[in-house]
């Protein structure tokens, strides 16, 4: 499939670039006072969360999100092999694959000690992640992967819909009941958004509760959970280009070290057109 040649557009890559829509909003309607799982944030460990529990008539599951709307465009490209087995359970691998670019060699381009001005390519290798799965490490845009967990909670057995313009201001916890298998120990207060609501406060009160709301999370700050990792102090950037080019690996990974100019990391895109 080739598709991308101006940039992307969220949608069924099937569908021609002039005729395909974004997905039109959910209506926004009231907050459930009670559910069994609360689910704040609608990345992509929200979304699979929420794709899993959209199976369980049993279970009542609610997913917020602050943003209005789902993501329009990436800003993590990259799925592990092992992702795409999630997927795999979900039936939608195969869609996947069909759209993902697979990254299976990697090239490493060092300045020539002959001539540093110049880079010359060292070594060529495949990608360590080959033979983890039945699946390649693949790229596809973020867009793309949440309208089709979207899409795969729209359609289940209780066709779970994400609730927008929502932005999570405290969760507390009582303690007391914790263990008790028919309470609802968590309650979370959310403040609307949204045109003509904007400001309203509503409160859901839940079983569980599950945080995947990014770096900044207010469901970790509420219950006081320490942010354990690493952190560097460096500038980058990352963006999607159409190259004219006679570079021999541009349909490959390359890392690219100059020798006063620092380095680029060039990654193909699906649809066979940027990088």
């Keep these: 499939m080739q598709y991308h040649l101006n940039g992307f557009k969220p949608g069924n890559y099937e569908i021609p670039d002039a005729a395909r829509e974004p997905a039109p909003l959910p209506p926004i309607i009231k907050l459930p006072t009670e559910v069994d799982v609360l689910i704040v944030g609608c990345g992509p460990a929200g979304l699979t969360m929420a794709r899993q529990l959209s199976e369980f008539t049993d279970i009542t599951t609610c997913i917020v999100e602050q943003e209005s709307g789902p993501l329009l465009f990436g800003r993590a490209d990259g799925i592990s092999c092992r992702t795409i087995e999630i997927m795999e359970a979900f039936n939608c691998s ?21 001539h540093p001005e ?56 009582d303690s007391q009941v914790t263990q008790d298998l028919s309470a609802y120990p968590v309650t979370a207060t959310f403040e609307r958004s949204d045109e003509g ?29 320490a942010l354990e990792g690493d952190s560097a102090n460096k500038a980058w950037g990352v963006m999607d280009v159409l190259v004219v080019t006679d570079y021999p690996d541009i349909r490959v990974k390359s890392f690219i070290q100059s020798k006063e100019n620092g380095a680029v990391m060039t990654i193909p895109r699906e649809g066979g057109y940027l990088v």
């Design 197 to 225: 609501d904007a400001d309203k406060i509503e409160t859901v009160r839940a079983r569980f509760i599950i945080g995947t709301d990014g770096a900044r999370s207010v469901v970790r700050k509420s219950m006081s959970i």
């Design 118 to 173: 110049n880079i010359k390519r060292t070594h060529k290798i495949a990608d360590a992640r080959l033979g983890l799965s039945e699946f390649t490490h693949s790229i596809v845009n973020q867009a793309r992967l949440h309208e089709i967990l979207l899409e795969g909670m729209k359609n289940s057995v209780t066709h779970l819909v994400p609730h927008y313009s929502r932005r999570l201001l405290s969760v507390d916890m």
């Design 94 to 114: 195969e869609m996947i694959v069909k759209e993902s670019y697979q990254l299976k060699q990697n090239a490493f381009w060092e300045p020539d000690s002959a």
